[in-house]
């Protein structure tokens, strides 16, 4: 057999089925959370978040211009995801051949047996990560990770072809600098390739010095984790230093050009690569050629990075953070924007401000300007040379305008310095949040909340939570198996990972005998019965009693993806959503053991039958017992064919909105999919999508500020010098004995000012802004709210004269006060909502509530009284016409009826908002004494989002209750008994506990308890006797077992 050929062969076709099976299962349009930016950002090349892909960004625009239409770009861009995971399974089969030629010495000695065990132990490595859990989730969507592994991949692979090729190649040393390159591009989408480089120096040197000492085997370990150190920290953010220095002295100090200085630094740059490579050639130096051509092509490589800049100098709609000038885009690189985080030192969660020195100095903060001189005074700055212009056309004089780098944040006293006796070595219980506070002590059963952690506290943090639940959970769903895909809080019954061997899995997560039916049968259960943990396990093994320097250097390969991962970002309790994404690099090296415990099964039998037979027999029995079971395993909860949720939903948040409205969000998945449809599709781009979070930035103010395709600019009052970062960042509550209310116009009048009675005296010496009143009135122009069609005339007595406005906070934020200064100056001339998502507490809409009027996916805020009693989204009245229309008629619901389309956690749960807003439209209509209607709505939500896909869950409630209401006795009944079923099932699960399990699953069924009970209120207020007294047994008999709620 020819092995090289064989070797291609093979490697084509399995990347022929990861292809297959990816195209096949990818989503054809938008999916939830970052999905939807990086869509929109790629087809107009605009500007994400911090740090930034514009490589990914590069190649998604070079995918979507073979779309057919706007629809089917993001179609395109997933399709990139997907080739760059079938890339990635290619390059991972030839790395575990490599490596399996190697064990059993080398291409000369292959026999036809060996070859085919080689073949078919890549087959059944690279094929178990094909169909592996975290894998197939990201090579599906239009997300940075699916490309990230293609560049880890192809990274590992090549210093394996390097090794091949060094002894009789003399250009072997061009895969190193293929590495450099790749290295660098990747950069411009994820820098989890950065931490294979010791992995890869191990090659290196083991193939340099192939009889290692102990010391030289320290040091090459040291060395190869300080060119990953060098890499990360070194080469490239001091290029990006280099040029903002340069930019910075060149037009502050010298009085130059706006990117003077950015322009001589990549000079000075060129010109010093260029030297360093001709002086080596001179000295006949050619391992320091080769390692400045290196780093040459490293930084050619992130050259990318200079089209962010290019297009944010365009001003696109989306231009996070505008990197317009190397001052901003160091500082977008380094994800200032996001702040920092203690990694092996630093401060504990509870630490207090140290009282001799409680603050310290932060960076400064420049921004580019025009500055308005008379003389040497500075009179005032504007953003725009235009404005500049204007306003000195306007003052005459002797005015001149000053291009520079503005001082906009002095950062005096800014970042907090804590008590020392709070700080320390490897901090891992730090985050200050409330929320992340009381989830520390949770978990760790903190008694003194107030007393210093010890050392020993932040350890059984790491290993019980970061390493347990934030790593190790999500290795074993990949190789053992995932119970389901509900995100993990400590509970026994969401999120473990499982083996599907009763008995073991019985020691963990309750009797298994015992498991409802609708939790076996829940599509994203997935059991491998942790054949492919142990054929890995093996394969570790065997490796290691083969050839132990592969060994080490795939073991940092998986650590440095994996733990190393762990320790930089020292996950908090409890994360947005779950992160198994991240650590991708582990689970792919993990599948080269796989593939090798396949290959050492067959070295094993073959010592005790026929080779040729044992080959056949090994690699046919690993392949149905690992890649088989995993495809079919996860098929139906990996396959997105077809689904179009996340699209639809966006659309219906924009279509609750009226033309040209301004729509306040919150979120990722309440802002990403809206910004995809309206730059992708062009949907509804008339109406302003203005996300709270990022409201607190001025490049963010400044972007709302200009017109974007047929959606006016949002009209805030304030000028750029007076939001800029650094100016009213947070106006602090003085009470100056002011009485009455402030009308809203004064109050933003007031807060321009910058006289010293707007101000007052910190602490540490600073003038901060501040407000002496917290009790607004908007006054209301009745004409102009019927005139702009808010309210119909026939309803103008339900139009309140006033808003007396009353704010509950100590301070006011620069978003609170974007969000004041709209409604003082709109004057109804322009729609404004809420998304329903904004938040679930009153604070969360600035107190607005109770004049919210709720017409579809969002609040639209109305001169109209409606108190609310009620959290969540239940606030302000429903206009039941235009809610109606909405939901029956003109919202889509990206065939999440379909009985093949499947829903995961993030689909279903954001699907939940429906339910309840139908529930509020039926109860709203029932009220208005449309019975009918109401049953035809909560009938259509029904059919829409079926219990057999959504669950019994606390959102089907207020559909029962719509129902009895509106004489729909029978449905509603239904409903109720087949929700107490599942409770039924799964209280019996629990009841079987012993009484210390029942304990640590106390919250779970305490929870059902509570559903079976609000079932119960439901029915003794709706229905006739007989019912009541049936369920009332059904529910003692259900809650016997757990006495009197201790269990």
């Given at each position: 057999?020819?092995?090289?050929?064989?070797?291609?062969?093979?490697?084509?076709?399995?990347?022929?089925?990861?292809?297959?099976?990816?195209?096949?299962?990818?989503?054809?349009t938008?999916?939830?959370?970052?999905?939807?930016?990086?869509?929109?950002?790629?087809v107009?090349?605009?500007?994400?978040?911090?740090?930034g892909?514009?490589?990914?960004?590069?190649?998604?625009?070079?995918?979507?211009?073979?779309?057919?239409?706007?629809?089917?770009?993001?179609l395109?861009?997933?399709?990139?995801?997907?080739?760059?995971?079938?890339?990635?399974?290619?390059?991972?089969?030839?790395?575990?051949?490599?490596?399996?030629?190697?064990?059993?010495?080398g291409?000369?000695k292959l026999d036809?047996?060996?070859?085919?065990?080689?073949?078919?132990?890549?087959?059944?490595?690279?094929?178990?990560?094909?169909?592996?859990?975290?894998?197939?989730?990201?090579a599906?969507?239009?997300?940075?990770?699916?490309?990230s592994?293609?560049?880890?991949?192809?990274a590992?692979?090549?210093?394996?072809k390097?090794e091949?090729?060094?002894?009789?190649?003399?250009?072997?040393?061009?895969?190193?600098?293929?590495?450099?390159?790749?290295?660098?591009?990747?950069?411009?989408?994820h820098?989890?390739?950065?931490?294979?480089i010791?992995?890869?120096?191990?090659?290196?040197?083991?193939?340099?010095?192939?009889?290692?000492?102990?010391?030289g085997?320290?040091?090459?370990?040291?060395?190869?984790?300080?060119?990953?150190?060098?890499v990360?920290?070194?080469?490239?953010?001091?290029?990006?230093?280099?040029?903002?220095?340069l930019?910075?002295?060149?037009?502050?100090?010298?009085?130059?050009?706006?990117?003077?200085?950015?322009i001589?630094?990549?000079?000075?740059?060129?010109?010093?690569?260029?030297?360093?490579?001709?002086?080596?050639?001179?000295?006949?130096?050619?391992?320091?050629?080769?390692?400045?051509?290196?780093?040459?092509?490293?930084?050619?490589?992130?050259?990318?990075?200079?089209?962010?800049?290019?297009r944010?100098?365009a001003?696109?709609?989306?231009?996070?953070?505008?990197?317009?000038?190397?001052?901003?885009?160091?500082?977008?690189?380094?994800?200032?924007?996001?702040?920092?985080?203690?990694?092996?030192?630093?401060?504990?969660?509870?630490?207090?401000?140290?009282?001799?020195?409680?603050f310290?100095?932060?960076?400064?903060?420049?921004?580019?300007?025009?500055?308005?001189?008379?003389?040497p005074?500075?009179?005032?700055?504007?953003?725009?040379?235009?404005e500049?212009?204007?306003y000195?056309?306007?003052?005459?004089?002797?005015?001149?305008?000053?291009?520079?780098?503005?001082?906009?944040?002095?950062?005096?006293?800014?970042?907090?310095?804590?008590?020392?006796r709070?700080?320390?070595?490897?901090p891992?219980?730090?985050?200050?949040?409330?929320q992340?506070?009381?989830?520390?002590i949770?978990?760790?059963?903190?008694?003194?909340p107030?007393?210093?952690?010890?050392?020993?506290?932040?350890?059984?943090f790491?290993?019980?939570?970061?390493?347990?639940?934030?790593?190790?959970?999500?290795?074993?769903?990949?190789?053992?198996?995932?119970q389901?895909?509900?995100?993990h809080?400590?509970?026994?019954?969401?999120?473990?990972?499982?083996?599907?061997?009763?008995?073991?899995?019985?020691?963990?997560?309750?009797?298994?005998?015992?498991?409802?039916?609708?939790?076996?049968?829940?599509?994203?259960?997935?059991?491998?019965?942790?054949?492919?943990?142990?054929?890995?396990?093996?394969?570790?093994?065997y490796?290691?009693k083969?050839?132990?320097?592969?060994?080490?250097?795939?073991?940092?390969?998986?650590?440095?993806t994996?733990?190393?991962?762990?320790?930089?970002?020292?996950?908090?309790?409890?994360?947005?959503?779950?992160?198994?994404?991240?650590?991708?690099?582990?689970?792919?090296?993990?599948?080269?053991?796989?593939?090798?415990?396949?290959?050492?099964?067959?070295?094993v039998?073959?010592?005790?039958?026929?080779?040729?037979?044992?080959?056949?027999?090994?690699?046919?029995?690993?392949?149905?017992?690992v890649?088989?079971?995993?495809a079919?395993?996860?098929?139906?909860?990996?396959?997105?064919?077809?689904?179009?949720?996340?699209?639809?939903?966006?659309?219906?948040?924009?279509?609750?909105?009226?033309?040209?409205?301004?729509?306040?969000?919150?979120?990722?998945?309440?802002?990403?999919?809206?910004?995809?449809?309206?730059?992708?599709?062009?949907?509804?781009?008339?109406?302003?999508?203005?996300?709270?979070?990022?409201?607190?930035?001025?490049w963010?103010i400044?972007?709302?500020?200009?017109?974007?395709?047929?959606?006016?600019?949002?009209?805030?009052?304030?000028?750029?010098?007076?939001?800029?970062?650094?100016?009213?960042?947070?106006?602090?509550?003085?009470?100056?004995?002011?009485?009455?209310?402030?009308?809203?116009?004064?109050?933003?009048q007031?807060?321009k000012?910058?006289?010293?009675?707007?101000?007052f005296?910190?602490?540490g010496?600073?003038?901060?802004?501040?407000?002496?009143?917290?009790?607004?009135?908007?006054?209301i122009?009745?004409?102009?709210?019927?005139?702009?069609?808010?309210?119909?005339?026939?309803?103008?007595?339900?139009?309140?004269?006033y808003?007396?406005?009353?704010?509950?906070?100590?301070?006011?934020?620069?978003?609170?006060?974007?969000?004041i200064?709209?409604?003082?100056?709109?004057?109804?001339?322009r729609?404004?909502?809420?998304?329903?998502?904004?938040?679930?507490?009153?604070?969360?809409?600035?107190?607005?509530?109770d004049?919210?009027?709720?017409?579809?996916?969002?609040?639209r805020?109305?001169?109209?009284?409606?108190?609310?009693n009620?959290?969540?989204?239940?606030?302000g009245?429903?206009?039941?016409?235009?809610?109606?229309?909405?939901?029956?008629?003109?919202?889509?619901?990206?065939?999440m009826?379909?009985p093949?389309?499947?829903?995961?956690?993030?689909?279903?749960r954001?699907?939940?908002?429906?339910?309840?807003?139908?529930?509020?439209?039926?109860?709203?209509?029932?009220?208005?004494?449309?019975?009918?209607?109401?049953?035809?709505?909560?009938?259509?939500?029904m059919?829409?989002m079926?219990?057999?896909?959504?669950g019994?869950?606390?959102?089907?409630?207020?559909?029962?209750?719509?129902?009895?209401?509106?004489?729909?006795?029978?449905?509603?009944?239904?409903?109720?008994?087949?929700?107490?079923?599942?409770?039924?099932?799964?209280?019996?699960?629990?009841?079987?506990?012993?009484?210390?399990?029942?304990?640590?699953?106390?919250?779970?069924?305490?929870?059902n308890?509570?559903?079976?009970?609000?079932?119960?209120?439901?029915?003794?207020m709706h229905?006739?006797?007989d019912?009541?007294?049936?369920?009332?047994?059904?529910?003692?008999?259900?809650?016997?077992?757990?006495?009197?709620?201790?269990?």
């Open positions: 057999m020819n092995y090289k050929k064989l070797n291609n062969v093979f490697g084509w076709a399995v990347f022929a089925i990861a292809t297959t099976t990816y195209f096949m299962t990818i989503e054809p938008t999916s939830f959370w970052d999905c939807g930016e990086y869509i929109a950002t790629s107009k090349l605009q500007v994400g978040h911090p740090p892909a514009p490589f990914f960004q590069l190649m998604g625009n070079l995918f979507g211009q073979f779309a057919a239409n706007p629809d089917s770009q993001a395109m861009v997933n399709a990139l995801s997907a080739l760059s995971s079938s890339f990635s399974i290619l390059f991972l089969f030839w790395t575990i051949t490599a490596l399996g030629v190697k064990l059993l010495g291409q000369d036809n047996a060996g070859t085919i065990a080689i073949l078919g132990a890549g087959a059944v490595g690279a094929l178990a990560y094909t169909f592996s859990d975290s894998f197939w989730f990201s599906v969507e239009g997300e940075v990770y699916a490309m592994s293609f560049f880890t991949a192809a590992f692979w090549a210093v394996l390097w091949q090729a060094v002894d009789h190649d003399p250009y072997a040393n061009k895969w190193l600098l293929l590495i450099a390159y790749l290295v660098g591009l990747s950069v411009g989408v820098i989890l390739v950065f931490l294979t010791p992995a890869i120096g191990m090659i290196y040197y083991f193939k340099k010095y192939p009889n290692p000492t102990r010391n085997f320290i040091i090459a370990n040291g060395a190869s984790i300080a060119v990953l150190g060098l990360f920290a070194f080469i490239i953010p001091i290029v990006l230093k280099l040029f903002s220095t930019e910075i002295n060149f037009v502050n100090n010298f009085g130059l050009p706006f990117h003077s200085g950015t001589a630094a990549f000079l000075i740059l060129t010109a010093a690569l260029v030297f360093g490579i001709m002086w080596a050639q001179k000295k006949n130096k050619p391992l320091y050629q080769q390692a400045i051509i290196g780093v040459m092509l490293i930084v050619m490589g992130y050259s990318t990075f200079i089209m962010l800049a290019i944010s100098n001003n696109t709609p989306i231009d996070e953070n505008n990197p317009e000038d190397a001052m901003s885009l160091l500082a977008y690189y380094n994800r200032e924007q996001y702040g920092d985080w203690p990694i092996l030192y630093g401060k504990s969660f509870n630490a207090p401000y140290d009282r001799s020195n409680p310290d100095d932060g960076k400064p903060v420049y921004q580019r300007g025009y500055a308005v001189m008379n003389g005074k500075q009179m005032t700055s504007f953003k725009l040379k235009t500049a212009e204007a000195v056309l306007a003052n005459g004089g002797n005015l001149t305008i000053d291009g520079k780098y503005l001082l906009t944040d002095d950062k005096k006293g800014s970042v907090p310095n804590y008590d020392p709070y700080k320390g070595f490897f891992r219980i730090w985050n200050d949040d409330p992340y506070r009381q989830n520390y949770n978990i760790m059963d903190i008694k003194d107030e007393a210093p952690i010890t050392f020993a506290q932040h350890v059984r790491f290993f019980e939570y970061q390493i347990g639940k934030m790593w190790f959970r999500y290795f074993m769903w990949n190789y053992s198996g995932r389901n895909d509900e995100q809080r400590y509970e026994i019954s969401k999120g473990n990972w499982i083996t599907g061997i009763p008995f073991l899995d019985s020691m963990r997560l309750g009797n298994q005998d015992n498991l409802p039916d609708h939790w076996k049968n829940n599509p994203s259960r997935n059991t491998y019965f942790m054949l492919p943990f142990l054929l890995g396990i093996f394969g570790l093994y490796q290691y083969k050839n132990n320097k592969d060994a080490w250097a795939v073991t940092l390969f998986f650590l440095l994996g733990i190393a991962i762990v320790v930089y970002t020292n996950h908090k309790p409890f994360e947005p959503r779950e992160r198994d994404y991240a650590f991708v690099g582990s689970f792919y090296a993990y599948a080269i053991w796989i593939g090798l415990g396949a290959l050492g099964l067959w070295d039998l073959r010592a005790k039958m026929s080779p040729q037979v044992a080959s056949y027999l090994v690699i046919g029995t690993a392949m149905l017992a890649p088989v079971r995993m079919a395993e996860n098929w139906d909860d990996h396959n997105r064919s077809n689904r179009y949720t996340a699209r639809d939903i966006a659309k219906a948040y924009l279509d609750s909105c009226e033309p040209n409205a301004i729509l306040f969000t919150n979120g990722d998945n309440d802002t990403f999919p809206l910004w995809y449809v309206q730059e992708v599709e062009g949907y509804r781009t008339d109406v302003r999508i203005v996300n709270l979070s990022l409201l607190n930035t001025d963010y400044d972007q709302q500020r200009r017109k974007a395709y047929d959606g006016e600019a949002v009209p805030f009052s304030f000028d750029w010098n007076q939001y800029v970062q650094g100016t009213r960042d947070v106006l602090y509550y003085r009470d100056l004995g002011v009485k009455g209310r402030w009308n809203v116009k004064d109050f933003i007031f807060t000012r910058d006289d010293s009675q707007v101000k005296k910190a602490s010496g600073k003038e901060l802004p501040l407000f002496p009143q917290k009790n607004f009135r908007i006054n122009d009745k004409e102009a709210v019927f005139a702009n069609g808010v309210v119909d005339v026939a309803d103008s007595a339900s139009v309140v004269d808003i007396d406005w009353n704010w509950k906070a100590n301070v006011i934020t620069k978003r609170d006060l974007m969000v200064d709209l409604i003082a100056n709109n004057n109804w001339e729609p404004i909502y809420f998304s329903i998502t904004v938040g679930n507490s009153p604070k969360a809409y600035f107190w607005l509530n004049y919210f009027r709720l017409e579809g996916m969002a609040y805020f109305v001169p109209q009284y409606y108190p609310s009620t959290q969540g989204i239940d606030y009245r429903v206009d039941t016409d235009i809610m109606y229309d909405n939901l029956l008629n003109k919202f889509e619901y990206g065939n009826e379909l093949d389309v499947y829903l995961d956690e993030t689909n279903r954001l699907s939940y908002n429906l339910r309840t807003i139908f529930g509020r439209l039926a109860n709203e209509l029932v009220t208005e004494g449309e019975n009918d209607k109401a049953v035809e709505a909560l009938d259509f939500a059919e829409k079926p219990v057999e896909k959504f019994y869950n606390y959102f089907v409630f207020g559909i029962i209750d719509a129902y009895y209401k509106a004489g729909a006795t029978e449905k509603a009944r239904e409903l109720t008994w087949a929700f107490a079923d599942r409770l039924d099932d799964e209280l019996a699960f629990y009841a079987a506990f012993d009484r210390k399990d029942k304990r640590a699953a106390s919250n779970e069924w305490r929870t308890l509570q559903f079976y009970q609000m079932l119960l209120r439901n029915v003794q229905d006739n006797n019912s009541v007294q049936n369920f009332y047994q059904r529910y003692n008999a259900a809650a016997s077992p757990f006495g009197n709620g201790q269990g």
